[in-house]
């Protein structure tokens, strides 16, 4: 009999189930308040690119660390003893980075920059809040960059507001990508959401074109893939933080172009675990059984440090039935916070007394109740690591992105990792850098990045990539193919229940869930080179 097994692996916060009491949230169902299709994008009109005036973010969430460091807005830094610090560095030298190249910069201007990207079968297509640019697997560019708004270009209500995401749905071979709009600024309602779904596997090509109306301001959203619907969670705003968002859209029928593609919406009213960030999850790879709910996760930041799962069920049936509930908590280990913006956004802690550490986790639930199945947090040396991006490829790598710096260095962005047979707790592979820094900007002391991205590569499922935007520089693109020791390059039936794996990184890239195969190393490599990896699948013959 087949079994399951759930990985959830992020980079937030650790755990011990417990389900709390809830009352139950009634669904709302709606439609877009207009759709298209859009001619294709490489035809259509070049808009010029222009400066942003993001100031209009200061006013809506408040940064808690000002640009002069003075009356910085931290909580307490007493220091917490870790019993999962990892203070040396891995020394598996098992990968190799395949692609490393530069994208646009921070044309728009906006501070933080909420750096996206995702890459598909033959595109990479890159965000960076206003503004996108598509590029081969190469690294070069084909199209843009352009302003968002350009792919909704002729609609109404279409403002180019930035909070950009950007995902490939590789079973579909498409790609979604998103923006909210604020025509009558950042107070005044209505305020949309605008969506587009491509027509084919080319993002220069036409888009499915919906606008999504809301009462609040929907800041921060933010997606994910799943079967039965295209996901998304938001910080909603009016005249401060009211609650959060939580909406799924009929994935069938936008991959259909249906001018009717429903929404189903709960609204989280603030409750006592203070302000979070709802984060659902993403699917690479072969998709969890229909039904299967997606997973809404956050931070508590009140009273005890622990995590919040919710569990959507879209029922497009009958709407009225769907469900947001079944909320289970997850006590963390204890960690020193570095400050609200820190913790909120990635979960960075201090590593030791002043230097900033990335905390991680990988959660299983084999049927009954989440569980954590290892924790650590990096920091090996006198530099802080910070803004974290983590993501599990098939074979049960993970691979763990991150900005670092310290009085000696300037911001740079460098990578390790573990396989899935290394000892637990530790990253196990040698630290490799990216790109090193060249410069320290004043005002890059207000955030690093609001959000980084580390995706895997669709057809090849072992490959992932990191998405930042470097101080001084462009932003930076690179594909990582790590490559274990031993021969197994042959995929094998599941074993345990049919399996997800979910991965979380930062605000950005979340839950993903993909095929979880065992090594077989009684079998010939299928892959020309490969003979000295020890893989749970195979590479693309």
Same mark, same amino acid.
């Given at each position: 009999?087949?079994?399951?097994?759930?990985?959830?692996?992020?980079?937030?916060?650790?755990?011990?189930?417990?389900?709390?009491?809830?009352?139950?949230?009634?669904?709302?169902?709606?439609?877009?308040?207009?759709?298209?299709?859009?001619?294709?994008?490489?035809?259509?009109?070049?808009?010029?690119?222009?400066?942003?005036?993001?100031?209009?973010?200061?006013?809506?969430?408040?940064?808690?660390?000002?640009?002069?460091?003075?009356?910085?807005?931290?909580?307490?830094?007493?220091?917490?003893?870790?019993?999962?610090?990892?203070?040396?560095?891995?020394?598996?030298?098992?990968?190799?980075?395949?692609?490393?190249?530069?994208?646009?910069?921070?044309?728009?201007?906006?501070?933080?920059?909420?750096?996206?990207?995702?890459?598909?079968?033959?595109?990479?297509?890159?965000?960076?809040?206003?503004?996108?640019?598509?590029?081969?697997?190469?690294?070069?560019?084909?199209?843009?960059?352009?302003?968002?708004?350009?792919? %909704?270009? #002729?609609?109404?209500?279409? !403002?180019? =507001?930035?909070? *950009?995401?950007?995902?490939?749905?590789?079973? &579909?071979? @498409?790609?979604?990508?998103?923006?909210?709009?604020?025509?009558?600024?950042?107070?005044?309602?209505?305020?949309?959401?605008?969506?587009?779904?491509?027509?084919?596997?080319?993002?220069?090509?036409?888009?499915?074109?919906?606008?999504?109306?809301?009462?609040?301001?929907?800041?921060?959203?933010?997606?994910?893939?799943?079967?039965?619907?295209?996901?998304?969670?938001?910080?909603?705003?009016?005249?401060? %933080?009211? #609650?959060?968002?939580?909406? !799924?859209? =009929?994935?069938? *029928?936008?991959?259909?172009?249906?001018?009717? &593609?429903? @929404?189903?919406?709960?609204?989280?009213?603030?409750?006592?675990?203070?302000?979070?960030?709802?984060?659902?999850?993403?699917?690479?790879?072969?998709?969890?059984?229909?039904?299967?709910?997606?997973?809404?996760?956050?931070?508590?930041?009140?009273?005890?440090?622990?995590?919040?799962?919710?569990?959507?069920?879209?029922?497009?049936?009958?709407?009225?039935?769907?469900?947001?509930?079944?909320?289970?908590?997850?006590?963390?280990?204890?960690?020193?916070?570095?400050?609200?913006?820190?913790?909120?956004?990635?979960?960075?802690?201090?590593?030791?007394?002043?230097?900033?550490?990335?905390?991680?986790?990988?959660?299983?639930?084999?049927?009954?109740?989440?569980?954590?199945?290892?924790?650590?947090?990096?920091?090996?040396?006198?530099?802080?690591?910070?803004?974290?991006?983590?993501?599990?490829?098939?074979?049960?790598?993970?691979?763990?992105?991150?900005?670092?710096?310290?009085?000696?260095?300037?911001?740079?962005?460098?990578?390790?990792?573990?396989?899935?047979?290394?000892?637990?707790?530790?990253?196990?592979?040698?630290?490799?850098?990216?790109?090193?820094?060249?410069?320290?900007?004043?005002?890059?002391?207000?955030?690093?990045?609001?959000?980084?991205?580390?995706?895997?590569?669709?057809?090849?499922?072992?490959?992932?990539?990191?998405?930042?935007?470097?101080?001084?520089?462009?932003?930076?693109?690179?594909?990582?193919?790590?490559?274990?020791?031993?021969?197994?390059?042959?995929?094998?039936?599941?074993?345990?229940?049919?399996?997800?794996?979910?991965?979380?990184?930062?605000?950005?890239?979340?839950?993903?869930?993909?095929?979880?195969?065992?090594?077989?190393?009684?079998?010939?490599?299928?892959?020309?080179?490969?003979?000295?990896?020890?893989?749970?699948?195979?590479?693309?013959?």
């Amino acid at each position: 009999m087949k079994h399951t097994i759930y990985t959830l692996i992020i980079l937030l916060f650790t755990i011990l189930t417990a389900t709390a009491q809830e009352t139950r949230l009634i669904p709302k169902v709606d439609h877009a308040v207009y759709f298209d299709i859009s001619p294709p994008l490489r035809d259509m009109l070049k808009e010029a690119m222009a400066q942003s005036d993001g100031s209009w973010k200061d006013k809506v969430v408040d940064n808690f660390v000002f640009i002069d460091g003075v009356n910085d807005k931290r909580s307490s830094r007493n220091f917490v003893a870790d019993p999962g610090l990892q203070n040396s560095f891995g020394n598996l030298q098992s990968d190799t980075t395949i692609q490393n190249f530069e994208g646009m910069g921070n044309l728009s201007g906006y501070v933080p920059p909420d750096t996206h990207g995702d890459v598909g079968f033959n595109h990479y297509f890159q965000v960076i809040n206003c503004s996108y640019a598509v590029y081969n697997k190469s690294g070069a560019k084909i199209f843009g960059p352009a302003p968002n708004s350009s792919v %909704w270009s #002729g609609m109404p209500n279409n !403002s180019n =507001d930035g909070d *950009a995401i950007v995902l490939f749905d590789e079973l &579909a071979n @498409r790609w979604i990508f998103s923006q909210f709009s604020l025509p009558n600024g950042s107070s005044t309602a209505p305020f949309y959401q605008m969506i587009a779904v491509s027509q084919t596997p080319d993002p220069t090509g036409s888009w499915y074109r919906w606008t999504y109306e809301f009462s609040s301001m929907p800041d921060y959203p933010k997606f994910g893939i799943w079967p039965d619907a295209y996901y998304m969670s938001t910080n909603n705003f009016a005249g401060g %933080w009211v #609650g959060n968002g939580a909406y !799924s859209y =009929d994935r069938a *029928a936008m991959l259909a172009g249906s001018p009717d &593609a429903r @929404r189903i919406s709960f609204n989280l009213s603030p409750g006592s675990d203070g302000f979070i960030s709802l984060l659902p999850s993403d699917c690479d790879g072969a998709f969890p059984a229909l039904g299967t709910p997606d997973y809404f996760i956050y931070i508590a930041t009140n009273g005890t440090q622990r995590l919040g799962i919710y569990e959507f069920h879209s029922d497009w049936g009958t709407p009225a039935n769907s469900t947001f509930g079944n909320l289970a908590y997850l006590n963390v280990n204890p960690y020193g916070p570095l400050g609200w913006g820190d913790k909120m956004l990635n979960h960075s802690v201090d590593g030791t007394s002043s230097i900033a550490g990335i905390r991680s986790y990988e959660l299983r639930n084999t049927g009954t109740a989440w569980s954590i199945y290892q924790q650590s947090t990096y920091s090996p040396d006198s530099h802080s690591r910070w803004m974290g991006s983590i993501a599990q490829d098939t074979a049960g790598t993970i691979s763990l992105g991150y900005s670092v710096s310290s009085a000696s260095i300037y911001p740079g962005i460098r990578y390790t990792g573990r396989l899935k047979t290394d000892p637990l707790n530790q990253m196990t592979m040698a630290e490799k850098t990216i790109m090193n820094g060249g410069g320290s900007p004043l005002i890059h002391r207000i955030r690093q990045l609001s959000g980084t991205q580390r995706s895997i590569m669709p057809q090849h499922p072992q490959a992932h990539g990191k998405h930042e935007l470097h101080p001084l520089h462009s932003a930076m693109y690179s594909l990582r193919l790590p490559q274990p020791p031993l021969c197994g390059c042959v995929q094998q039936a599941p074993t345990l229940h049919s399996s997800m794996l979910m991965a979380m990184a930062g605000p950005e890239h979340i839950p993903i869930p993909g095929p979880q195969f065992l090594p077989d190393s009684t079998q010939p490599c299928k892959v020309p080179g490969c003979c000295h990896l020890k893989r749970r699948n195979t590479f693309p013959p």
